[in-house]
Structure formats: structure tokens, C-alpha cells
């Protein structure tokens, strides 16, 4: 029993095969399934320059070329708290798994908290049944998407995916 247990752990690993660099914040189960929350601050940039970059990245493919737009939307005529809103997918190399990418976009208007600029709140999850552990993936398809965006940035973990101690 124990030996099939192991096994299993083995095949999935192989199935996920997350591509290194930053694979090393695997998730198990936040979410239900396998997901990772982070923030990003973008410094002295706009909202919407950022939903500009974010929107075309996705449409481009992103990093790896594996990222999809599904959607996106301006809320600011809502005033609201958050300003823009957009969604994607991305599909692993092996297996095509898909994960769903949510993004929500903030001014920051107190530049005691932050210095002034934009707030990207990032979300990944893997939609496949039974996706418990994710082998790195769901923060791996956040980070790796906003490196590609060649932005600098600061970046705060919200939720899953944990730092290796
Ligand atoms: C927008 O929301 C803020 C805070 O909730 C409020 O003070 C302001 O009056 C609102 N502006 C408009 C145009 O509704
Ligand atoms: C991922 O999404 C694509 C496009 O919608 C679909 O063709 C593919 O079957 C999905 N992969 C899995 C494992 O469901």
C-alpha cells in the first residue's frame, strides 16, 4: 500500500512536471484544490498601463507562450475599490493541464502603506479534479507571467503556495 502511495506521488510529479526556475512553492489543497494567491506593487505606474500590459502579455501568449485572454474589464466608471479586472488560462507543456489566472488591479492611493502606484492582486488555481498538489505550478504561472511582463515589481504572498522554510 504504502509502495502504490509512493508510486502515485512519483507519476504525478512526472504528470505535472512543472518547468523550473520557480517551482520550488508547490500548493496542496489551499484552496480545495491546488491554488496560489500573491500581490504585486508596481511602482509609480497606472492602473490602467498595467492592465494594458497585463491584457496584451496574456494575448501574447505570455512567457512561455502558453497563456490565454479569456476577459477583462474597466471598473473604474463603478467606483469601487479596484479598478481593473481581467481573467486567463494557462496550459502546461505536458498533459495540457489548464489553470485559471484571476487578476484585479488597485490604485494605490496612500503612499504611507505603498508608494504611489498600482497593485496587481493575482490568483492560480488548477481546474483539473483532484489537482491536491500542483508540483509548483500555480505560483510558478503567476510569477513567471509577471517576469515576462518586464515590469519591476514587489511582491507579497497572500494565500497557498508557501515559501520553501
Ligand atoms: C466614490 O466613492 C467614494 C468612497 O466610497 C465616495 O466618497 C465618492 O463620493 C464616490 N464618487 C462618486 C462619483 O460616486
Ligand atoms: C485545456 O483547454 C483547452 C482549450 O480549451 C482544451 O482543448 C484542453 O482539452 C484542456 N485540457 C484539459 C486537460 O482539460
Same mark, same amino acid.
Given at each position: *500500500?504504502?509502495?502504490? %502511495? $509512493?508510486?502515485?506521488? +512519483?507519476?504525478? +510529479? ?11 512553492? @508547490? &500548493? ?11 500581490? $504585486?506593487?508596481? &511602482?509609480? =505606474? ?8 497585463? *491584457? =496584451? ?6 512567457? &512561455? ?9 474597466? /471598473?473604474? @466608471? ?6 481593473? %479586472? /481581467?481573467?486567463? +488560462?494557462? !496550459?502546461?507543456? +505536458?498533459?495540457?493541464?489548464? &489553470? ?5 488591479? !488597485?490604485?494605490? =492611493?496612500? @503612499? ?32 513567471? $507571467?509577471?517576469?515576462?511582463?518586464? =515590469?519591476?515589481? *514587489? ?8 515559501? @520553501?522554510?
Amino acid at each position: *500500500m504504502k509502495k502504490a %502511495i $509512493f508510486l502515485l506521488s +512519483v507519476t504525478l +510529479v512526472a504528470v505535472w512536471g512543472c518547468q523550473a526556475p520557480d517551482c520550488d512553492r @508547490p &500548493d496542496c489543497g489551499t484552496c480545495g484544490n491546488a491554488c496560489c494567491s500573491l500581490s $504585486f506593487h508596481f &511602482d509609480g =505606474m497606472t492602473s490602467e498601463a498595467a492592465y494594458n500590459k497585463i *491584457m =496584451m502579455g496574456l494575448k501574447n501568449g505570455g512567457a &512561455d507562450g502558453r497563456y490565454r485572454y479569456i476577459g477583462g474589464d474597466d /471598473l473604474r @466608471p463603478y467606483n469601487i475599490s479596484a479598478s481593473f %479586472i /481581467l481573467q486567463g +488560462v494557462h !496550459t502546461t507543456l +505536458v498533459h495540457h493541464y489548464n &489553470d485559471t489566472l484571476n487578476f484585479v488591479l !488597485t490604485d494605490d =492611493m496612500k @503612499p504611507s502603506i505603498h508608494p504611489l502606484g498600482t497593485t496587481l492582486r493575482a490568483f492560480s488555481i488548477s481546474q483539473i479534479a483532484g489537482a491536491y498538489c500542483d508540483d509548483g505550478q500555480n505560483y510558478k504561472n503567476l510569477v513567471g $507571467f509577471v517576469k515576462g511582463l518586464n =515590469m519591476k515589481y *514587489m511582491e507579497t504572498t497572500v494565500a497557498g503556495c508557501p515559501k @520553501p522554510t
